[in-house]
């Protein structure tokens, strides 16, 4: 069966930082684009970040670029989302997600409060 499983959110003061993990079960990254993306409720999901595991290319929304870096530890089968400089305006509800050509697979979920 396969799983993403996210964690790390939390409340964090604006300029604090938290690191996300994406935990993958039933596949591996190898083959895969492991993406992150948020949502606030009422607005639409937002594209964060995404890494290919085929050239380690990596993409990032111009909102975070600068201070927000995304990786993977293939051994361990999770990718990472290391937040930097946080704002207010980073608070939602962050997914993670894998596919090959299309998002196929993704997480529950895990929320990230950044207080002013």
């Known amino acids: 069966e396969v799983q993403l499983q996210a964690s790390g959110g939390g409340l964090v003061q604006a300029g604090g930082s938290l690191r996300l993990s994406c935990a993958a079960s039933?596949?591996?990254?190898?083959?895969?684009?492991i993406g992150w993306f948020r949502q606030v409720p009422g607005k639409e999901r937002e594209g964060v970040s995404c890494?290919?595991?085929?050239?380690?290319?990596?993409y990032y929304a111009t909102s975070v670029k600068g201070r927000f870096t995304i990786s993977s530890d293939n051994v361990k089968n999770t990718a990472y989302l290391q937040m930097n400089s946080l704002k207010p305006e980073d608070t939602a509800v962050y997914y993670c997600?894998?596919?090959?050509?299309?998002?196929?697979?993704w997480g529950q979920g895990t929320l990230v409060t950044v207080s002013s």
């Open positions: 997600a894998a596919g090959d050509g299309g998002f196929d697979y």
């Open positions: 039933g596949f591996t990254f190898d083959d895969y684009v």
């Open positions: 890494i290919s595991r085929l050239d380690d290319s990596t």
